[in-house]
Nanobody, 119 residues
Framework: QVHLGESGGGLVQPGGSLRLSCAASGFTFSSYAMSWYRQAPGKERELVAYINRNGGITNYADSVKGRFTISRDNAKNTVYLQMNSLQPEDTAVYYC????????????WGQGTQVTVSS
């Protein structure tokens, strides 16, 4: 059974840091590109960061460049999002996504973890 489980969210003050984790099971993790998305209240879900299958390629939304870092450990079937210098506008539910681009294409989503940045 496929499962993506996010953890590490919570309440943090502006300027603080959090590290999100997404543990995967039920599929060949190393065959999937991984991404973090977020969705704030009243807004559409947006891509935050992307990492390819072997971790050699990463991309970030302009709003988080220089503050967030995505990484993965294929031995642990886990993808991470290190978030530094957090701001209130980073408040959202953060989701991880697994995507297999080869045929047959597959996409899996986690349930999300809440990140709240507030003083």
């Amino acid at each position: 059974q496929v499962h993506l489980g996010e953890s590490g969210g919570g309440l943090v003050q502006p300027g603080g840091s959090l590290r999100l984790s997404c543990a995967a099971s039920g599929f060949t993790f190393s065959s999937y590109a991984m991404s973090w998305y977020r969705q704030a209240p009243g807004k559409e879900r947006e891509l935050v960061a992307y990492i390819n299958r072997n971790g050699g390629i990463t991309n970030y939304a302009d709003s988080v460049k220089g503050r967030f870092t995505i990484s993965r450990d294929n031995a642990k079937n886990t993808v991470y999002l290190q978030m530094n210098s957090l701001q209130p506008e980073d408040t959202a539910v953060y989701y991880c996504k697994a995507e297999r681009l080869d045929f047959p294409r597959r996409v899996y989503w986690g349930q999300g973890t809440q990140v709240t940045v507030s003083s």
